[in-house]
């Protein structure tokens, strides 16, 4: 058995200290030098064995002995305030396993709810890292990086404190369905949740946080990771103009090679785009991928898991979320195109019957709204990726006199043209427009409940 990295996700509520985290365990600054310390982009950074094993320190030990000792991690930043929704993988998720970053101080926030139901609806495993535990009042600051001695060390009041943040978030947990528990308190780890209490400024808790991390990815994940007969397939985050490069797509390479000679087959709104690398480039190990501290090298191939950048000119337009497909010659060039085509008609909706109109920003949160919806069994008559048109607004409009609750658009996180919004005015037709997926689903059933009263 072949395996490969696991692709790790780490998801929160903005400023929960996801990227924080990361800076710790990669000894950078990139949430320092992030535009008013935002993360904007999804990021991706690989942690080579000989960092996990420096920083779990003893703990390690154990780890080293599994059959399956995995080659280091890709771990993947992700912005709180957009859902990780393009980490998509054939209506899965990319992502192997997830941190859900939680405050210790603020517990679960909206989006904190939203990465839930996406873990949830993907079927993602993952662990609560329960942050900022530094920040809690009368917090004794001590030497050791291992938290279970951290909190031996605090007075009995701040443990019980500690404990009972714990014990809110394991509530919160289970109403969703979820068993959890204080990690050094779980006895099966298949079942329950592990909660690790950490802190991302002072580093404890990060050790025992990647060796349960790692522990759980050797123990339970060596078929998604093992790499025999697996299809070479990634995902595009992201399609620039980058000065001297052109036209690059930032990639996660999920399973499998991809050769510079090979061609890559995505997904444009209205094309599959076949074409070949004019270069791929590979940035150095615990480098972030959006703020590199070095120049990305470039590379004759790639093997996964891997985030990297693919230089195309061909790639204008290439659709955030898309699967990219390696192929090696002209049947599997046709093939994958076929695949591609047929995932694209799966993802985008466009129907005569009587449903919602649907406009996204990628097609990772299209995927997931429609999912959320179909649940919910709310039709949908038109879902696709662009602003918000006159003629959807016209659409919801001819809707709207078979339904007047179908008859209204939702749009998630893009603009609304003012001729669009004119006509919704002068039509009487309800846009709902949000940036948090449930909330726009909430928002609608709310509405419908109440014009319905
Ligand atoms: P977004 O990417 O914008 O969603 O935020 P994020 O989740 O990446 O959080 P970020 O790392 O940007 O941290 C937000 C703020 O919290 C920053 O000011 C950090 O310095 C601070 N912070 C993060 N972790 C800790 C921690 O463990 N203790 C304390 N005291 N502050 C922290
Ligand atoms: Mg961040
Ligand atoms: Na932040």
Redesign the pocket.
Known sequence: MQIRQPIVAVL?H???????LLDRIRGTGV?GREAG???QHIGASFLPTETIKEMCGPLYKKLEQSENKVPGILVIDT???EVFTNLRSRGGSAADIAIL?VDVNRGFQPQTNESLKILQSRKVPFVVAL??C??ISGWRKSETPFITQAIKEQDASIQTDLDQKIYDVVGTLSILGYKSEAFYRVEDFKSEIAIVPI???SGVGVPELLSVLVGLTQQYLQKRLDQDEKEPRGIVLEVKDEVGLGQTANVILIDGSIKKENSIVVAKRDAVIVTKPKALLLPKPLDEMRDPRDKFKPVPQIDAAAGFKIASPELEGVLPGSTLYVAKNTEEIAKYTKLIESEMKSVFVDTETNGVVLKCDTIGSLEAIVEMLKRSQVPVAKADIGPVTRHDVIEAKAIKENDRHLGIVLAFNVKILPDAKEESETSHIKLFEDKVIYSLIDNYNAWVEEDSA
């Open positions: 929160g903005v400023d929960s200290g996801k990227t924080s949430q310390g935002i993360t912005p709180g305030h970053v942050n900022k530094d920040q802190s991302a400024r």
